[in-house]
């Protein structure tokens, strides 16, 4: 299925993120042009597509790093205008490619750190958090900077998590990790949705994506090319060839 002119409508639930004809550039290089993305309550939507294709710069945007021209809502009201920071404290939170945590800090730290606009009930999601990954229950006092890659990506979900969010914007959380990992994050996701939580997925392992999504969309170039379950994926051969290899 090739992406439409007009924006799709989600399957089920409220909408929670709208985007309609956004474009984004870096000086005269054009990043995202006429970029069409929505995201129910409750759903998990993938982003995928290569290195360089705009994924971050879509979660940028959204998350409020970057100045876009198009329509941007979130919760039914424009993101344009608004500071990174009162959009966290409107529940969108985004755990980026680079994770940004506070190294020098402890586990428990860097959580706590994490639920500092919504010190209500930071125990019960300290207590989620903790259920969801035990190894950061067993790291709690050690400090970030000592962990492993794929526990630091842990304690970045867990961080975010703190944040109490509506949507979580996800970069790349799979990126250079080991499989039994990958096994982990995989299975925290399906938990996180399961607990209410929105998802916008941006990875580069389409495989990954695809197992966890509702929806798909694949970016190239800056461009939405398709658009669809992941059944439909599947069973298309240009996303066959091209990014599973079959």
């Known amino acids: 299925m090739t992406a439409a002119d007009t924006p799709d409508q989600p399957h089920g639930g409220g909408q929670l993120l709208t985007v309609v004809d956004l474009h984004v550039s870096y000086g005269q ?16 939507v993938s982003v995928i597509g290569p290195n360089g294709a705009g994924k971050t710069t879509l979660a940028d945007t959204i998350a409020g790093f970057l100045p876009f ?8 009201g424009p993101v ?21 945590l506070f190294d020098f800090m402890s586990v428990e730290d860097n959580l706590r750190l994490g639920a500092f606009r919504h010190p209500e009930g930071v125990e019960d999601r300290l207590d989620f958090v ?26 970045a979900i867990g961080r975010a998590l703190m944040g109490e969010p509506d949507l979580l914007l996800l970069d790349e959380p799979t990126l250079g ?21 929105a998802i916008l997925l941006c990875e580069q392992n389409v ?3 695809m197992n966890h999504a509702d929806r798909i969309y694949l970016l190239e170039n800056g461009q939405i090319e398709r658009e669809g379950s992941p059944e439909t994926f599947e069973g298309d051969d240009y ?8």
């Open 69 to 76: 021209q198009g329509t941007v809502q979130y919760h039914g």
């Open 29 to 44: 290089v054009k990043a995202l042009q006429g970029v069409n993305v929505s995201v129910s309550d409750g759903e998990i």
């Open 80 to 100: 344009a205008g608004r500071s990174h920071s009162e959009l966290v404290q409107d529940g969108l939170i985004y755990c980026t490619e680079s994770r940004d």
């Open 177 to 197: 990790l080991a499989p039994v990992i990958l096994e982990d994050i995989s299975e925290a996701i399906d938990r996180i949705r399961e607990s209410g939580v």
């Open 239 to 246: 996303i066959r060839d091209a990014y599973l290899g079959q």
């Open 207 to 209: 495989t990954f994506a």
């Open 130 to 155: 903790l259920d969801l990954f035990p190894v950061l229950d067993d790291r709690i006092d050690q400090s970030a900077r000592t962990m492993s890659g794929g526990e630091q990506q842990m304690l």
